[in-house]
Protein backbone atom coordinates (compact mmCIF):
# COMPACT_ATOMS: atom_id res chain seq x y z
CA UNK A 1 0.00 0.00 0.00
CA UNK A 2 1.05 3.45 -0.34
CA UNK A 3 2.63 5.66 2.29
CA UNK A 4 2.75 9.28 2.51
CA UNK A 5 5.62 11.10 5.09
CA UNK A 6 4.15 14.08 5.81
CA UNK A 7 4.81 17.24 8.34
CA UNK A 8 1.34 18.76 8.62
CA UNK A 9 0.74 22.32 7.03
CA UNK A 10 3.86 21.89 5.04
CA UNK A 11 4.01 21.42 0.64
CA UNK A 12 3.23 17.89 1.33
CA UNK A 13 -0.07 19.03 1.42
CA UNK A 14 -0.53 19.42 -1.76
CA UNK A 15 0.19 15.75 -2.60
CA UNK A 16 -1.35 14.82 0.70
CA UNK A 17 -4.78 16.43 -0.93
CA UNK A 18 -3.94 14.93 -4.48
CA UNK A 19 -4.18 11.19 -2.88
CA UNK A 20 -7.63 11.73 -1.47
CA UNK A 21 -8.96 13.35 -4.50
CA UNK A 22 -7.65 10.45 -6.36
CA UNK A 23 -9.40 8.15 -3.82
CA UNK A 24 -6.34 6.20 -3.55
CA UNK A 25 -5.79 3.41 -0.84
CA UNK A 26 -2.90 5.13 1.58
CA UNK A 27 -1.26 5.91 4.83
CA UNK A 28 0.24 8.44 6.56
CA UNK A 29 2.85 9.18 8.73
CA UNK A 30 4.21 11.82 10.55
CA UNK A 31 7.52 13.44 10.46
CA UNK A 32 7.54 15.05 14.00
CA UNK A 33 10.35 17.85 12.82
CA UNK A 34 10.69 18.57 16.85
CA UNK A 35 11.20 14.71 17.67
CA UNK A 36 13.83 14.82 14.72
CA UNK A 37 11.94 12.29 12.50
CA UNK A 38 13.41 14.07 9.42
CA UNK A 39 16.93 12.89 10.47
CA UNK A 40 16.17 9.46 11.58
CA UNK A 41 18.21 6.88 9.35
CA UNK A 42 15.31 5.16 8.17
CA UNK A 43 13.56 8.69 6.79
CA UNK A 44 17.34 9.47 5.19
CA UNK A 45 17.44 5.98 3.41
CA UNK A 46 13.64 6.86 1.79
CA UNK A 47 14.59 10.51 1.50
CA UNK A 48 18.07 11.34 1.78
CA UNK A 49 17.23 15.08 0.93
CA UNK A 50 15.86 15.08 4.46
CA UNK A 51 12.60 16.71 3.08
CA UNK A 52 8.86 15.45 2.84
CA UNK A 53 6.64 15.03 0.66
CA UNK A 54 7.70 11.00 0.53
CA UNK A 55 5.92 8.92 -1.40
CA UNK A 56 6.34 5.11 -0.72
CA UNK A 57 5.41 2.82 -3.15
CA UNK A 58 5.78 -0.67 -3.80
CA UNK A 59 8.50 -0.12 -6.28
CA UNK A 60 10.04 2.21 -3.94
CA UNK A 61 9.84 6.11 -2.80
CA UNK A 62 9.28 8.97 -4.43
CA UNK A 63 10.21 12.43 -3.23
CA UNK A 64 9.48 16.06 -5.01
CA UNK A 65 5.23 17.22 -5.66
CA UNK A 66 6.01 17.58 -9.13
CA UNK A 67 6.96 13.44 -9.24
CA UNK A 68 4.23 12.39 -6.87
CA UNK A 69 1.87 14.67 -8.43
CA UNK A 70 2.48 13.32 -11.73
CA UNK A 71 2.45 9.60 -10.10
CA UNK A 72 -1.02 10.15 -8.97
CA UNK A 73 -2.66 11.84 -11.69
CA UNK A 74 -1.19 8.41 -14.13
CA UNK A 75 -1.74 6.22 -11.21
CA UNK A 76 -5.29 6.95 -10.68
CA UNK A 77 -6.21 7.97 -14.19
CA UNK A 78 -9.88 7.22 -13.15
CA UNK A 79 -10.04 10.32 -11.10
CA UNK A 80 -9.15 12.29 -14.30
CA UNK A 81 -6.96 14.70 -12.49
CA UNK A 82 -4.96 16.07 -15.30
CA UNK A 83 -6.09 19.02 -17.95
CA UNK A 84 -6.07 16.46 -20.47
CA UNK A 85 -4.62 12.56 -21.22
CA UNK A 86 -2.63 14.11 -24.47
CA UNK A 87 1.07 14.98 -24.00
CA UNK A 88 0.15 18.72 -24.24
CA UNK A 89 -2.10 18.57 -21.32
CA UNK A 90 0.50 16.40 -19.61
CA UNK A 91 3.20 19.03 -20.04
CA UNK A 92 0.69 22.20 -19.59
CA UNK A 93 0.67 20.58 -16.02
CA UNK A 94 4.16 20.03 -15.64
CA UNK A 95 4.80 23.59 -16.85
CA UNK A 96 2.42 24.89 -13.80
CA UNK A 97 3.92 22.64 -11.60
CA UNK A 98 7.57 22.81 -12.31
CA UNK A 99 6.82 26.81 -11.81
CA UNK A 100 5.24 26.19 -8.69
CA UNK A 101 8.22 24.36 -7.25
CA UNK A 102 11.05 25.98 -8.94
CA UNK A 103 9.79 29.28 -8.58
CA UNK A 104 6.99 30.30 -6.06
CA UNK A 105 8.50 27.51 -3.69
CA UNK A 106 12.01 28.66 -3.83
CA UNK A 107 11.12 32.48 -3.63
CA UNK A 108 9.56 31.38 -0.12
CA UNK A 109 12.54 29.29 1.21
CA UNK A 110 14.67 32.93 0.72
CA UNK A 111 12.72 33.83 3.81
CA UNK A 112 12.73 30.70 5.30
CA UNK A 113 16.26 29.39 4.73
CA UNK A 114 18.40 32.06 3.50
CA UNK A 115 21.59 30.25 4.96
CA UNK A 116 21.17 28.28 1.58
CA UNK A 117 21.16 30.57 -0.86
CA UNK A 118 23.76 33.06 1.35
CA UNK A 119 25.47 33.58 4.74
CA UNK A 120 25.04 36.02 7.51
CA UNK A 121 22.47 38.33 8.54
CA UNK A 122 22.65 41.23 5.89
CA UNK A 123 22.63 38.77 3.07
CA UNK A 124 19.45 37.54 5.58
CA UNK A 125 17.69 40.58 5.30
CA UNK A 126 18.61 41.40 1.76
CA UNK A 127 17.26 38.15 0.17
CA UNK A 128 14.13 38.84 2.33
CA UNK A 129 13.65 41.85 1.45
CA UNK A 130 13.34 40.89 -2.50
CA UNK A 131 10.74 38.16 -2.15
CA UNK A 132 7.44 40.71 -2.23
CA UNK A 133 8.89 41.76 -5.49
CA UNK A 134 9.42 38.80 -6.84
CA UNK A 135 6.09 36.76 -5.41
CA UNK A 136 4.15 39.84 -6.26
CA UNK A 137 5.81 38.94 -10.16
CA UNK A 138 4.71 35.03 -10.03
CA UNK A 139 1.69 35.45 -8.41
CA UNK A 140 0.45 38.27 -10.96
CA UNK A 141 0.92 35.39 -13.80
CA UNK A 142 -1.21 33.36 -11.92
CA UNK A 143 -3.25 35.61 -11.33
CA UNK A 144 -4.05 36.34 -15.16
CA UNK A 145 -4.46 32.60 -15.83
CA UNK A 146 -7.82 33.05 -13.88
CA UNK A 147 -8.87 36.40 -15.86
CA UNK A 148 -10.91 34.38 -18.19
CA UNK A 149 -12.96 33.34 -15.25
CA UNK A 150 -11.64 29.66 -15.11
CA UNK A 151 -12.82 27.76 -11.82
CA UNK A 152 -9.27 25.47 -11.55
CA UNK A 153 -5.84 26.42 -12.82
CA UNK A 154 -6.06 24.78 -16.02
CA UNK A 155 -9.88 25.40 -16.69
CA UNK A 156 -13.04 23.60 -15.89
CA UNK A 157 -11.66 20.44 -14.97
CA UNK A 158 -9.70 19.88 -11.31
CA UNK A 159 -6.25 18.71 -11.33
CA UNK A 160 -3.53 18.47 -9.30
CA UNK A 161 -2.22 21.77 -9.90
CA UNK A 162 -5.09 22.93 -7.75
CA UNK A 163 -3.81 21.61 -4.35
CA UNK A 164 -0.63 22.70 -5.48
CA UNK A 165 -0.89 26.17 -5.89
CA UNK A 166 -3.87 26.22 -3.02
CA UNK A 167 -0.62 25.42 -0.56
CA UNK A 168 1.12 28.42 -1.74
CA UNK A 169 -1.52 30.96 -2.00
CA UNK A 170 -2.35 29.93 1.56
CA UNK A 171 0.82 30.76 2.75
CA UNK A 172 0.64 33.97 0.56
CA UNK A 173 -1.90 35.13 3.29
CA UNK A 174 0.54 35.21 6.34
CA UNK A 175 1.09 38.49 4.51
CA UNK A 176 4.92 38.44 5.50
CA UNK A 177 5.70 37.39 1.78
CA UNK A 178 4.14 40.15 -0.22
CA UNK A 179 0.37 41.58 -0.71
CA UNK A 180 -2.23 38.85 -1.09
CA UNK A 181 -4.59 41.56 -1.45
CA UNK A 182 -3.37 41.98 -5.13
CA UNK A 183 -4.46 38.94 -5.85
CA UNK A 184 -8.20 38.14 -5.59
CA UNK A 185 -8.60 35.20 -8.33
CA UNK A 186 -6.22 33.46 -6.40
CA UNK A 187 -7.25 34.07 -3.26
CA UNK A 188 -10.92 33.02 -4.40
CA UNK A 189 -9.57 29.66 -6.21
CA UNK A 190 -7.95 29.07 -2.75
CA UNK A 191 -11.00 29.07 -1.39
CA UNK A 192 -13.14 27.05 -3.32
CA UNK A 193 -9.96 24.27 -2.80
CA UNK A 194 -10.42 24.70 1.03
CA UNK A 195 -13.71 24.00 0.50
CA UNK A 196 -13.07 20.69 -1.27
CA UNK A 197 -14.19 17.61 0.84
CA UNK A 198 -10.47 15.99 0.25
CA UNK A 199 -8.93 19.38 1.50
CA UNK A 200 -11.31 19.18 4.86
CA UNK A 201 -10.41 15.57 5.05
CA UNK A 202 -6.17 15.92 4.56
CA UNK A 203 -6.47 19.26 6.83
CA UNK A 204 -8.35 16.87 10.05
CA UNK A 205 -5.73 14.01 9.07
CA UNK A 206 -2.94 16.66 9.66
CA UNK A 207 -4.61 18.63 12.53
CA UNK A 208 -4.84 22.21 11.05
CA UNK A 209 -7.69 24.16 10.39
CA UNK A 210 -6.06 25.97 7.35
CA UNK A 211 -2.39 26.41 6.44
CA UNK A 212 -3.67 29.84 5.87
CA UNK A 213 -3.70 30.42 9.32
CA UNK A 214 -1.83 27.47 10.85
CA UNK A 215 1.16 29.04 11.68
CA UNK A 216 1.35 32.36 10.15
CA UNK A 217 4.77 34.11 11.17
CA UNK A 218 4.86 31.68 13.84
CA UNK A 219 5.83 28.59 11.28
CA UNK A 220 9.75 30.51 11.68
CA UNK A 221 10.32 29.83 14.63
CA UNK A 222 13.66 29.21 16.91
CA UNK A 223 15.67 26.86 15.72
CA UNK A 224 15.55 23.20 17.28
CA UNK A 225 19.03 22.23 18.58
CA UNK A 226 21.17 24.90 16.19
CA UNK A 227 18.94 23.85 13.50
CA UNK A 228 16.70 25.67 11.22
CA UNK A 229 12.69 25.38 12.02
CA UNK A 230 10.41 23.55 9.73
CA UNK A 231 9.26 25.69 6.90
CA UNK A 232 8.27 25.82 3.52
N1 LIG B 1 11.21 20.60 -3.86
C1 LIG B 1 10.65 19.86 -2.75
C2 LIG B 1 10.73 20.72 -1.50
C3 LIG B 1 10.42 19.92 -0.28
C4 LIG B 1 10.49 20.79 0.97
O1 LIG B 1 11.10 21.87 0.99
N2 LIG B 1 9.84 20.31 2.03
C5 LIG B 1 9.82 21.05 3.29
C6 LIG B 1 8.39 21.28 3.73
S1 LIG B 1 7.58 22.44 2.69
C7 LIG B 1 10.51 20.24 4.36
O2 LIG B 1 10.53 19.03 4.32
N3 LIG B 1 11.05 20.93 5.34
C8 LIG B 1 11.75 20.29 6.41
C9 LIG B 1 12.99 21.03 6.63
O3 LIG B 1 13.00 22.21 6.29
O4 LIG B 1 13.94 20.43 7.16
C10 LIG B 1 9.20 19.47 -3.06
O5 LIG B 1 8.49 20.28 -3.69
O6 LIG B 1 8.77 18.37 -2.71
Redesign the pocket.
Known amino acids: MLKLYY?PA???LASHIALLEARADFEVEEID?ARGD?KDPKFLQLNPK????VLLTDQGPI????AILFYVAMQFSGAALYPSSDPFGFARMQEFNTFL?ASV?VTY?HIS?PRLFADGAEAAAALRAKVPEMVHRYFGLIEDKFRDGRTWVHGERYTVSDPYLFVYSSYLQWGDRGDPGRFPRVRAHRERVLGRPATQKALEVEGIPDPAIAFGPNFHQPAIDGD?P???
Open positions: IACSYHGFVPTENVSHRRDPSC
